[in-house]
């Protein structure tokens, strides 16, 4: 493996940073867990985390629903030893709170490396890390170090919308006055919604964005596509197409599904449109839900947001 500097100088680095964790802390760009990482890392290229220069170690943030938390919470209160097979389990006290993660030896191919995985409690989130360092590594990155990286770890309510919307792959110019924007996938699909994660987001108008690939090119395909990308919306029960016509989206080709359904765990009668605007290698997918008894004001508004999409650059 190549470093930027000697092994050694590096390992001086990292341990003379150990004790002072007193900068603030990285947010990935769009997530609401955020961590001081160790000398020698930098936002990873491909992923939401951190990487070494060569790429070979490696820090994934995710966020999870928040019953994954308490889901691990419990599973380590009710077996304190953990799993066995070389799983170390361990909790640790965080900037976010009470943290639990795990160690273990593994096989990348034919690298061995330690693992280390955490998961820390979120407002209306969980937040997970997943930590990879190859054997050649482990001197500098040792389990003393990275155990005071996840002692760093933070997270804060919302993601400034603006930085929200610098994720994803097209520029969106109306919201349509939405109260709450989320990022669902970085740089791939955003949410626009007047409820909220913790009530639910099916009781009020809501609007999903995102890139789909392998769409029809074929003009007397995309029917039957987007017959089938309709039906197979999540969280829709007792589904029943009402409409699906070809439209023109921006000048664009275009299809329009709307659909009757139930959603929700309280059973919300909703009315569903999705817009499929045709392109190259993607196609823009926006799928817009209101209750029935809302559809009439909340359509001029997913109207907004459809025709406002425009692309970067």
């Given at each position: 493996m190549k470093?930027?500097?000697?092994?050694?100088?590096?390992?001086?680095?990292?341990?003379?940073?150990?004790?002072?964790?007193?900068?603030?802390?990285?947010?990935p760009p769009g997530l609401r867990v955020g961590m001081v990482p160790l000398i020698g890392l930098r936002q990873a290229k491909t992923f939401p985390g951190f990487e070494s220069e060569d790429e070979n170690v490696k820090v994934l943030i995710v966020e999870l629903p928040t019953d994954a938390y308490g889901e691990v919470a419990n599973a380590f209160k009710a077996n304190p030893a953990g799993p066995g097979g070389g799983v170390k389990p361990d909790k640790i006290e965080t900037l976010a709170g009470l943290a639990y993660y795990t160690t273990e030896t593994a096989k990348n191919g034919a690298t061995t490396v330690k693992r280390y995985s955490m998961i820390v409690p979120g407002n209306g989130f969980s937040g997970y890390l997943a930590v990879q360092v190859p054997e050649n590594a482990a001197k500098i990155y040792t389990d003393e170090a990275v155990r005071q990286m996840f002692a760093t770890v933070v997270t804060r309510k919302e993601v400034p919308v603006d930085e929200q919307l610098e994720q994803m792959p097209f520029k969106l110019t109306d919201l349509a006055d939405f109260k709450n924007v989320r990022m669902l996938a970085p740089r791939s699909s955003i949410i626009l919604a007047d409820g909220d994660e913790a009530a639910g987001f099916e009781p009020k108008p809501f609007v999903i964005i995102g890139l789909i690939g392998a769409t029809p090119q074929q003009a007397e395909d995309r029917a039957r596509f987007a017959q089938e990308a309709a039906a197979q919306i999540p969280g829709m029960r007792e589904t029943r197409i009402t409409m699906s016509e070809p439209i023109r989206i921006n000048g664009t080709p275009g299809f329009e599904t709307r659909i009757d359904a139930v959603s929700g765990k309280d059973k919300t009668e909703v009315t569903v449109v999705q817009w499929i605007r045709f392109g190259g290698s993607t196609s823009l997918r926006i799928i817009a839900s209101a209750p029935r008894n809302q559809w009439s004001a909340a359509f001029p508004r997913f109207r907004a947001v459809r025709d406002g999409i425009q692309p970067k650059g």
């Open positions: 470093f930027i500097r000697p092994i050694a100088a590096l390992a001086l680095v990292v341990a003379s940073a150990l004790p002072a964790f007193a900068a603030d802390a990285t947010f």
